[in-house]
């Protein structure tokens, strides 16, 4: 069973807006803190965004500051990753997860979800 899942990926023009989805499946991570990645295709994966298990901190990759906002509901077992003003080196699988510790940009997951696919178009 894949403990983290991801949905809201899609295809979008450039400046449109995606949410981003991770819910967890078969366990709590109430306390675990957060975090987005991507890959694009070609490209290592990159962490994206991160959120501490009480939502007080959060860290964003300079390439989506003042774009992306990451959000978390405890009670829902649930993070959200808000994309807007998207450009085309978006594009790529964007993966939850979940590291037992807050400490981006070193965040270390040791659960992942699957993937979900962001395609922007110029």
């Known amino acids: 069973q894949v403990p983290l899942v991801e949905s809201g990926g899609g295809l979008v023009q450039a400046g449109g807006s995606l949410r981003l989805s991770c819910a967890a499946s078969g366990r709590t991570f109430s306390r675990h803190s957060l975090a987005w990645f991507r890959q694009a295709p070609g490209k290592e994966r990159e962490l994206v965004a991160a959120?501490?298990?009480?939502?007080?901190?959060?860290y964003y990759a300079d390439s989506v500051k003042g774009r992306f906002t990451i959000s978390r509901d405890n009670a829902k077992n649930t993070m959200y990753l808000q994309m807007n003003s998207l450009q085309p080196e978006d594009t790529a699988v964007y993966y939850c997860a979940a590291d037992p510790i807050y400490r981006p940009p070193r965040t270390t997951p040791n659960y992942w979800g699957q993937g979900t696919q962001v395609t922007v178009s110029a």
């Open positions: 959120i501490s298990w009480s939502s007080n901190s959060r």
